[in-house]
């Protein structure tokens, strides 16, 4: 049997794949036709919280007339071990490679959030849970945001910058840290980044010193720059970041030098308090807009102003999470 097709990150879609759904997903917000998912079912495997994801795959597979089979972690499966070669006689009484093995016999795809492990950067840089459930599932697995990637959301994000913005190739986007107690993972702003670059977009990439993103990821994004056409600038000012641009993206993740250390952590992100998103700030880009993954700290990541405001593009944004989702299912399932 053919080895699937799996979404671990966007740029597992070609350059032709990706435009394909991007333009199904408009057909799918219009309700202009787009194709049905009859008779197909979809697991949705969640290792920790989501909203939006949830709701908005969940929403999509009905509507597209398919199943949706969702799955909650310890509440409604075992524990799972996921090292190859272990001797399993701790806690977790089901591997991985069976899990998916089995739950391939019953669905059609395999949507995964996994949780990272959380100790060392060095360990989940390497993405392996959602790798270990690609490599041992017979269906295609799609990643609900892992702790490197979230291509569903990049997806959604490139949607609405394109109609905001209309052309992305040269336009400005500035991609800002913002303060909050409790940070994100930065798969977000790692996907948002490439796909952004691979547009074509100059990119202004702003955080406090010490708030680095992932080497790897960072050189990638070069090489796509370079490749596109693109440009990535970064810098350790959000006011330099916002000056002139149309489009801030905002958005909290965690700094890779206390990755581990939430004592560590704290201090340093109490010494960047003031990198939040206000009117006056956003005054002086061009026009600009707001746009964040959510959720959204209100008055610590972005102010009730600008949330309750005119700038505010987050609930087009999320939105636009559910045309996007159904354009991706048809893509990787219409064929399957
Ligand atoms: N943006 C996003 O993925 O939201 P949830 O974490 O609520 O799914």
Same mark, same amino acid.
């Not at 799918?28 to 709701?55: E, H, I, N, P, Y």
């Not at 524990?79 to 669905?107: F, N, Q, T």
């Not at 599932?137 to 609405?160: F, G």
């Given at each position: 049997?053919?080895?699937?097709? =799996? ?5 597992? +879609? ?9 333009? @199904? ?9 787009? !194709? ?11 290792? /920790?919280?989501? @909203? ?13 007339? *398919? ?5 909650? *972690? ?6 799972l071990e996921e090292r190859e070669g272990s001797v399993m006689d701790g806690m977790a009484p089901e591997h991985i490679k069976d899990a998916a093995a089995v739950l391939s016999k019953y669905v059609d795809a395999l949507a995964i959030r996994p949780a990272a492990q959380g100790a060392s950067w060095?360990?989940? /840089? ?9 490599? =041992? ?28 913005? !209309? ?36 990119? /202004? +990439? ?24 693109? *440009?990535?600038? #970064?810098?350790?000012?959000? #006011?330099?970041?916002?000056? !002139? ?15 581990? &250390? ?35 700290? /209100? &008055? ?13 593009? @987050?609930?087009? #944004?999320?939105? &636009? ?6 354009? +991706? ?8």
């Amino acid at each position: 049997m053919d080895k699937p097709r =799996h979404l671990i990150r966007l740029s597992d +879609l070609s350059d032709n794949e990706l435009e394909e759904v991007l333009e @199904l997903s408009q057909r799918q917000k219009r309700r202009s036709g787009g !194709g049905r998912l009859d008779g197909r079912s979809v697991g949705m495997l969640f290792f /920790r919280g989501s @909203l939006r994801t949830r709701a908005s795959l969940e929403s999509a597979v009905q509507s597209l007339g *398919a199943h949706a089979m969702n799955l909650t *972690a310890m509440s409604d499966f075992w524990e799972l071990e996921e090292r190859e070669g272990s001797v399993m006689d701790g806690m977790a009484p089901e591997h991985i490679k069976d899990a998916a093995a089995v739950l391939s016999k019953y669905v059609d795809a395999l949507a995964i959030r996994p949780a990272a492990q959380g100790a060392s950067w060095d360990v989940d /840089r390497r993405d392996e849970r959602i790798r270990s459930w690609a490599k =041992h599932s017979s269906v295609p697995v799609i990643n609900m945001e892992s702790a490197v990637w979230h291509p569903m959301q990049a997806l959604a994000d490139i949607m609405t910058l394109r109609e905001h913005l !209309g052309e992305l190739r040269g336009a400005e986007l500035a991609i800002t840290w913002v303060h909050s107690p409790a940070p994100a993972s930065a798969a977000v702003v790692h996907s948002l980044l490439h796909s952004a670059l691979r547009f074509g977009m100059r990119v /202004r +990439l702003a955080h406090p010193k010490g708030f680095e993103i992932d080497g790897g990821v960072l050189d990638e994004a070069r090489e796509i720059a370079t490749a596109s056409g693109g *440009a990535l600038e #970064q810098m350790n000012s959000l #006011q330099d970041a916002a000056r !002139g641009v149309r489009v801030v993206y905002a958005r909290s993740w965690q700094s890779l030098e206390s990755y581990g &250390n939430p004592t560590l952590a704290a201090s340093g992100r109490a010494r960047a308090k003031d990198w939040t998103i206000h009117e006056d700030l956003l005054a002086t880009g061009t026009e600009a807009k707001l746009m964040h993954a959510m959720p959204v700290r /209100r &008055n610590v990541e972005v102010t009730d102003e600008v949330l309750d405001g005119p700038r505010s593009m @987050l609930v087009q #944004q999320a939105g &636009n999470r559910l045309p996007s989702t159904k354009a +991706l299912l048809m893509h990787f399932l219409r064929n399957a």
